[in-house]
């Protein structure tokens, strides 16, 4: 029976994994394809191409500028997901924000090959101590109507729709279903405080068990309780969801 019980158990967290799974890859394939939309703007590549051109005057630079923080602004105002946009430059320089003042942007070292490639740009997830919220960067180039690169729009995304998605399901009282990174770190989740985000490793990582895009197992999670979960990996990113159960309630009727 107690078998019987935790296989049952497994197959329901699997099902919601697998769930999950597909939405949030969907919703970061719509973040994607909205920033592509951002950046091919004509507010923005040919703002930004009077921004950088030599021969652009002083008035028509400022007018430009304008034009281009107003479209940023108005873009986060209407678009939940981001906390912030920016412009930058080919020389990794932010010229213009959403935000009230321009702040430190860290992109990766190759990050002109992947832009001029047209590979999108993704961080880690990363808690932002300004903002107080975990986030990442997505940032994608930024072309003139010619094809000249001009640079890349690159966005603060939020996991306030993640963690809308993770906590649809109910998975009883002790229930909870996470989205982790590749070494563990706890990114998002259906019932945790933020000052666990970013700052807790999750005991179901990827380095553990096997490479296979599904798996099952019975651990102590982070907080010492023993539960049942199951890990499923996601198709981007190199992020994982992980949905559990305590045994204590699912051995309860027993």
Known sequence: AKR??????????????????????????????????????????????????????????????????????????????YEELMVVNTAART?????????????????????????????????????????????????????????????????????KILGRTPLGKTGQAYLIGKDGTLIAGSRLKSAELTKVKHPFNAARPSEADTVQMEYSDYRGEEVIGVLHRMSQLDWRVVAQIGKSEIYAEI
Do not use: C
């Open 4 to 81: 019987f019980i935790a296989e049952k158990a497994a197959q329901k967290l699997s099902d919601v994994t697998s769930q999950d799974v597909r939405e949030l890859d969907l919703w970061l394939k719509e973040r994607l394809y909205e920033v592509r939309v951002f950046a091919s703007s004509y507010e923005v590549s040919e703002n930004l191409e009077k921004i950088t051109r030599a021969n652009s005057g002083p008035g028509g630079k400022t007018l430009a500028l304008h034009r281009l923080n107003d479209y940023l602004r108005s873009v986060g105002e209407k678009f939940g997901d």
């Open 95 to 163: 010229v213009a924000t959403s935000a009230r003042r321009i702040g430190t942007l860290s992109l990766p070292p190759d990050w002109r090959q992947s832009a001029k490639a047209d590979v999108p740009i993704t961080g880690a997830a990363y808690r932002d101590e300004g903002l107080n919220k975990v986030v990442m960067l997505l940032a994608v180039p930024i072309r003139a109507q010619n094809g000249r690169f001009l640079g890349v729009l690159a966005v603060k995304l939020n996991f306030q729709t993640v963690e």
